[in-house]
């Protein structure tokens, strides 16, 4: 049985540590010196409404929102290129 038991700790380890290493990457994909920018900076920066930049981004031809939380913000060097 301590086998069993330890084969079904390591499997909850490996999957835990796949899960914080996946969360680990995704959070480093930005550079360091890139800055988010809330919605209401972005809409002080742009000249169009918050809905052109949604239809924007859905047809790929304006940087895509980062989620955080119930949140979302923009890269701001996507946004400035």
Known sequence: MTNK???????????????????????CTLPSADRLI????LLTKIPISYVQVWSLMREGKFPRSVAIGNRVAWVESEVDA
Do not use: N
């Not at 330890?6 to 990457?25: C, L, P």
């Not at 809330?38 to 900076?41: A, P």
């Open 5 to 27: 038991k330890s084969k079904k700790q390591t499997a909850t380890i490996t999957a835990a540590t796949a899960e914080t290493t996946t969360a680990a990457t995704t959070a």
């Open 38 to 41: 809330s919605k209401t900076q």
